[in-house]
């Protein structure tokens, strides 16, 4: 059985996303650190030019986005779940909501002048500065837009004191009753922001969400263990990608298995990956391409926030 390996950077929200779905679950898994900005050339010769973090790999498939990462950590370990029964829709609906408008409201609080100020203090200039522009070119391109401080700051009590009321009922210790992946949706732009005094406040005022918040990070990381991207792509490049999934799905817009196409993401970080489509299916699609230094490897995409183009 392949092990589990998570390319990603400490630092970065839905890195800390994906490491605490791995410790809810209980998992083993390999810690391969990555670059926080361009160029990123092991880990693109695995995806192809998808650039975001974190990126999953088991054997030769690549798994892209956490919403796709999650499903597969589903697939590895089915309980705890992070789709309970009954509570599908409305969990991954909450996910895909906090994954974007709390997490562009977190980002547009954390880089305002003050914040950069505390958080990057121990950074020369020009580093901060080659920071900030790779960020500028990964949100150019896309559908999402870059909200203003003075707007983030405007409409987070309102974010903050929807949340603070659905804790404060007598419900269960989580967003909705029992642990989900709505919860580690919610979880990761308020641990972003609490990581300076600055922008500590804007989750620490709110008590309710203060204790929530300490229950889903004790979840913790599971059991992490070093590897070096060379090894990464070693174990790509000697691994033989899975079968894949026996879904029956009805293509809407005629993609056809064995078509080369490029997949994207829509919102941001925009790169698009060529390759041969193998698989398209309600909530996956995957991609068949081949690198000199990480060999025959399965790119996989969720539908959801992804677009398809023929070549």
């Known amino acids: ?4 390996i998570l390319h990603h950077y400490p630092t970065s929200l839905f890195a800390e996303k994906a490491r605490l779905l791995l410790g809810f679950k209980g ?7 990555i670059s926080p900005v361009m160029p990123k050339p092991d880990l693109t010769a695995l995806t192809g030019g998808y650039r975001k973090t974190p990126v999953l790999q088991v054997g030769a498939d690549i798994y892209c986005d956490t919403a796709l990462i999650a499903r597969r950590l589903e697939q590895e370990k089915a309980l705890p779940a992070f789709f309970p029964d ?40 020009e580093a901060i500065k080659a920071f900030l522009a790779d960020r500028a070119g990964l949100f150019s391109g896309g559908s999402a837009t870059r909200l203003t401080a003075e707007q ?3 409409q987070w009590p309102t974010i ?15 967003l909705f009753g029992e642990p989900s992946i709505a919860d580690f949706a919610m979880a990761h732009p308020l641990w972003f922001l609490k990581a300076t005094p600055v922008t500590a406040p804007l989750v620490d005022n709110y008590p309710a969400v203060s204790a929530w918040l ?3 990070l004790g979840f913790g990381h599971g059991a992490p263990s070093e590897m070096s991207s060379e090894e990464a792509l070693e174990v790509a490049r000697s691994a033989t990608p899975a079968a ?6 009805d293509e809407p817009n005629g993609f056809k298995a064995g ?4 997949i994207a993401a829509t919102d941001y970080g925009v790169d698009p990956v060529a390759g041969e489509l193998l698989f398209a299916g309600s909530e996956e699609l995957i991609l068949r391409r081949e690198d000199p230094r990480g060999g025959v490897v399965h790119v996989h995409f969720p539908r959801f926030g992804f677009r398809i183009e023929a070549l």
């Open 152 to 154: 983030a700051r405007h």
């Open 86 to 125: 009954g509570q599908e829709m409305i969990t991954a609906a909450f996910a895909a909501w906090a994954d974007s408008v709390v997490f562009q409201h977190a980002v547009s609080l954390v880089f305002q002048p003050e914040s950069i100020a505390v958080r990057f203090a121990s950074l020369p200039q």
């Open 27 to 33: 998992l083993s898994w390999r810690s391969v650190k």
């Open 1 to 4: 059985m392949s092990e589990l």
């Open 214 to 216: 300490a229950r889903v």
């Open 160 to 174: 903050m004191a929807r949340l603070e009321q659905q804790l404060q009922r007598e419900q269960g210790d989580f």
């Open 259 to 262: 078509q080369h196409v490029v």
């Open 244 to 249: 894949l999934p026996d879904e029956v799905f």
